[in-house]
């Protein structure tokens, strides 16, 4: 186990880094460009609704519970009650606003359902949705059409056409797809040989501070379909390729290719999701299914590209979108690193830990091999690298500046791994400290997305 002043530690640093993202810009007067509370795009608002306190007895009862279970259970019924505390978490954050918690932000004008129910002809919103991403043009596409390819439009839109068009019913769906997360995750790690790390890491999956976006915007939608991407080709890469496991192979190697090739179609920041995909085929040791794979990503957008949205070509122009607007007034000398202070809240301060975590496993297994001899410590190590070293390349892209308490929403559950290299006792406090920062975030901060 990894020695617990790491946990200490680290938490103390991700603590301090958010006190002083929150402090500069206050004591100073900076306007670094968001809302009224730096570093996220959040105002005060200190409120008491419903659904708090279901949250606070969810809390208590996983700080109490939730490692026994998780040890005890069996793999099915484990995979159940994770997606049911998931789902039931997800909705009393949400709630503490009410219904309303649910699905107004998705009814924002800047979002994709208000236009997702104007949307008569998709082919033809195709053809145009480059040409509409500019500022200078006259009928220019809302903040969140204009800065994601027609991915997220395309999945509102079939929600509006299939009934599921209101702000609450859109927001029931983007929570019950939020609430899988988890499963998909740890099915991964069982897929690649590290079940009793799963088992550890699942109450941290499920009580994340991030549920607090990932229930109320498009970008938790994102999360599921990159979790159960990297799902499916885990199975791939862990799958014989002998006689039937061959057909087996293939088609789970083509479902993440879809998947992930999907998430492209998502956001312009999704291509990241192919570090974690590589440290999963390395951590399988196994490479086969990545031609399958990739071939099948390379379908899914070439076929956007037949129907008129070119990916190579949009993103340039909305690059040019992006800088014409708030990004050029939001001061990289306050986001290079405001950035890293907002996803320590978003997925709690205890993602640093299991960043310190993974890099004391890592060099102690280097060092010392019989100290650490489950292989499931070399899985989480390898995840977690690749998803700090993701978030570190988005940071540095200069493409995210704000707003990453939601964009980085794929890759929360993969950075929180580490979590469960600790001993018993210290994820015990750790997972109380993600709950009641995740409580107190919700009802003292109004959130923008």
């Given at each position: 186990m990894v020695r617990p002043r790491v946990a200490l530690w680290s938490g103390i640093a991700a603590a301090v880094l958010i006190a002083v993202a929150i402090a500069i810009p206050s004591l100073t007067g900076w306007n670094v460009r968001v809302k009224s509370f730096p570093p996220l795009h959040a105002e005060w608002m200190p409120r008491i609704g419903p659904g708090l306190p279901i949250a606070v007895a969810l809390g208590v009862a996983a700080v109490i519970f939730a490692q026994r279970l998780v040890a005890r259970l069996r793999w099915v019924p484990l995979q159940l009650i994770v997606f049911g505390a998931a789902l039931a978490w997800l909705l009393s954050l949400a709630l503490v606003d009410g219904l309303d918690g649910i699905g107004t932000i998705l009814n924002h004008r800047y979002e994709y359902l208000g236009t997702a129910r104007e949307v008569t002809d998709f082919g033809a919103t195709l053809r145009e949705y480059v040409e509409r991403i500019p500022y200078a043009h006259e009928d220019n596409w809302p903040v969140h059409i204009a800065g994601h390819p027609p991915g997220a439009l395309l999945f509102f839109y079939v929600l509006v056409r299939v009934g599921l068009g209101s702000g609450l019913a859109a927001g029931l769906v983007v929570i019950v797809l939020g609430a899988t997360i988890p499963v998909a995750v740890l099915g991964a790690l069982r897929s690649l040989g590290a079940e009793e790390s799963a088992r550890r890491a699942a109450p941290f999956l499920v009580f994340t501070p991030a549920a607090i976006w990932i229930g109320v915007s498009g970008d938790g939608m994102f999360a599921a379909f990159a979790a159960w991407g990297l799902w499916a080709l885990a199975r791939a890469a862990t799958t014989s390729r002998r006689s039937e496991g061959a057909v087996s192979m293939t088609a789970w190697a083509l479902l993440a290719g879809?998947?992930?090739?999907?998430?492209?179609?998502?956001?312009?920041?999704?291509?990241?999701?192919?570090?974690?995909?590589?440290?999963?085929?390395?951590?399988?040791?196994?490479?086969w299914p990545l031609p399958i794979a990739a071939a099948a990503a390379l379908a899914v957008v070439l076929t956007f590209a037949a129907g008129g949205f070119a990916w190579w070509e949009a993103f340039p122009v909305l690059q040019q979108r992006y800088w014409d607007g708030v990004a050029s007034r939001r001061p990289a000398a306050y986001w290079m690193w405001g950035n890293l202070a907002a996803f320590a809240i978003s997925a709690g301060p205890m993602v640093a830990a299991s960043l310190g975590g993974a890099v004391d496993a890592g060099i102690r297994r280097r060092g010392r091999p019989g100290v650490l001899r489950d292989d499931g410590v070399r899985v989480v190590v390898l995840l977690v690298a690749a998803a700090w070293l993701s978030i570190l390349l988005a940071d540095l892209s200069n493409m995210s500046r704000a707003e990453v308490e939601r964009i980085w929403l794929p890759f929360v559950p993969w950075a929180l791994l580490g979590l469960a290299l600790f001993g018993r006792r210290t994820r015990r406090i750790m997972l109380a400290v993600q709950i009641v920062f995740a409580i107190v975030v919700q009802s003292l901060l109004q959130t923008g997305w």
């Open positions: 879809v998947l992930l090739g999907y998430c492209v179609m998502l956001s312009y920041g999704m291509p990241l999701l192919g570090v974690l995909a590589l440290a999963v085929l390395f951590a399988a040791r196994q490479w």
